[in-house]
């Protein structure tokens, strides 16, 4: 082989160095990429939820139903819970105040 051959063999090894170096490093940074973006999906199947209970919540103190359940759960189950127990305990009857 003369001179011009291996002028041409070297500078085709060196490109093809070069280009298997910035392969390499293109997969790293993009593996690397890859777990960033798994992790974004995460929390943001976690903020999803999140909202979907906010929502359910605000939904229900704001619906005339759910301000009605509310009441009902605070207020008149207690009461009606001790009637309950007072009845059970005088035998069922129903006493007159």
């Known amino acids: 082989m ?7 063999v070297a500078i085709l090894s060196m490109t093809l160095l070069l280009f298997l170096i910035l392969g390499i490093v293109l997969i790293i940074r993009l593996l690397d990429l890859s777990k960033e973006v798994k992790k974004v999906v995460i929390e ?11 929502v359910t919540n605000v939904k ?5 139903g759910g301000t009605v359940e509310m009441f009902v759960d605070r207020y008149i189950n207690p009461k009606l819970k001790e009637k309950i127990k007072e009845r059970k305990k005088d035998g069922g009857e129903k006493r007159e105040k």
């Not at 199947?45 to 906010?54: E, L, R, S």
């Open 60 to 64: 229900g103190m704001t619906s005339i």
């Open 44 to 54: 943001g199947q976690d903020i999803a939820k999140n909202t979907n209970g906010i």
């Open 2 to 8: 003369n001179v011009a051959e291996w002028i041409i």
